[in-house]
């Protein structure tokens, strides 16, 4: 099939069957053809009714892990295997800011634009990591194009998360592309741990793709997780001291009426399977950062709190003349976090 031929081309190993054709019942040469014709189809196409689980942590296989360094903005980021771990600042630095992004939803309209704009608000802010959660776009040229205006000359590397819209292949062909062109920018699906020193030590574990498979705007070639990835995206900040931190593109379900997963209507919207894993155990991650909600609501108070903090981050579209494109500023200082939306032409506050 095209979606196995196109995997293939870009390394990654997954099942991917093309369909076969049956006998039609008895009667005229037309309806056996007919009878054929529609059976192919619906084999294929419950060949292809599967996605990408692109959440599993895969086993090791013996082969070295992919390894490399380079220095951005005070820190030595080194990848190692599925860790990226930034270290350096002297051991000095008593603060890390982490920019988040979402939802720009492709590259029509000011949209490219205003993905500019906030990577230079970023970089204005002091950003160390940047993180865009998925909903950026459905093929390679849109994801090209909307990844290398945030990437593009940026002093910090930008973790690279598929959601609903991306199709995995046009996901990692993009990053590919990204990064041939120098963009510090990696796969949130190969990369699932970025380890930052200072304020006391700050992880982000990444949860690729969402959990309802019939919600993916990619369709097929979409990605998805199931409650065993949720578990073990959380079991893998345990380790760490300091803050620990979930990047995601589903909100969790929550219950409060001023819950990041609320739309219009307030209505809940967020995921139960999350929301269930996070409350499964004293959960190490104190923050969860997700896209998906475009009408972004601050909650109140800041972490620690009883439980983990969710933001949705908003959207960063510029398609209609009423699109205010936003992103997050998260502060991390010890143990205190604090949040400031960024929007194109202004800022406004947060908690």
């Known amino acids: 099939s095209t979606r196995s031929t196109t995997v293939a081309l870009l390394g990654t190993l997954v099942g991917a069957g093309g369909g076969d054709g049956g006998s039609g019942a008895d009667g005229s040469y037309a309806g056996r053809l007919l009878g054929r014709s529609m059976i192919a189809t619906l084999v294929r196409a419950q060949t292809l009714a599967d996605p990408y689980r692109c959440a599993r942590l895969r086993d090791e296989d013996g082969s070295p892990p992919p390894t490399g360094a380079v220095e951005l903005g005070g820190y030595r980021w080194r990848r190692d295997g599925s860790t990226l771990r930034g270290a350096g600042r002297g051991g000095a630095a008593t603060t890390v800011r982490v920019g988040v992004i979402a939802d720009a939803r492709g590259a029509a309209g000011g949209t490219v634009a205003a993905v500019t704009a906030l990577r230079e608000a970023f970089i204005h802010a002091g950003a160390d990591l940047v993180i865009s959660l998925g909903g950026m776009g459905r093929d390679q040229e849109e994801l090209g194009a909307v990844l290398g205006a945030l990437a ?151 972490a620690p709190r009883s439980g983990p903090l969710s933001l949705g981050i908003g959207a960063a579209e510029k398609v209609r003349a009423t699109d205010t494109p936003s992103a997050l500023l998260v502060v991390i200082a010890e143990k205190h976090l604090h949040w400031q939306r960024l929007t194109v032409g202004g800022r406004r506050g947060g908690g």
Not at 170 to 181: I, M
Not at 212 to 230: E, F, I, K, T
Not at 248 to 267: F, K, L
């Open 152 to 302: 593009d000359g940026s002093p910090w590397p930008v973790l690279a998360l598929p959601g609903d819209r991306e199709g995995l292949p046009a996901h990692r062909a993009a990053v590919a592309a990204v990064a041939a062109h120098g963009g510090l920018v990696v796969d949130g699906t190969e990369v699932r741990r970025v380890d930052v020193d200072g304020a006391g030590g700050v992880s982000v574990a990444t949860l690729p793709g969402i959990g309802n498979p019939a919600q993916l705007v990619a369709g097929p070639d979409g990605c998805v997780h199931d409650r065993a990835d949720a578990d073990a995206a959380l079991a893998a900040l345990g380790d760490r001291p300091g803050i620990g931190v979930l990047a995601t593109y589903e909100p969790p379900r929550q219950r409060a009426a001023e819950g990041s997963d609320v739309v219009t209507g307030g209505v809940h919207v967020g995921d139960r399977m999350l929301a269930e894993a996070l409350a499964a155990i004293a959960s190490p991650a104190e923050l969860v950062l997700h896209g998906e909600v475009g009408a972004p609501v601050d909650p109140a108070g800041r």
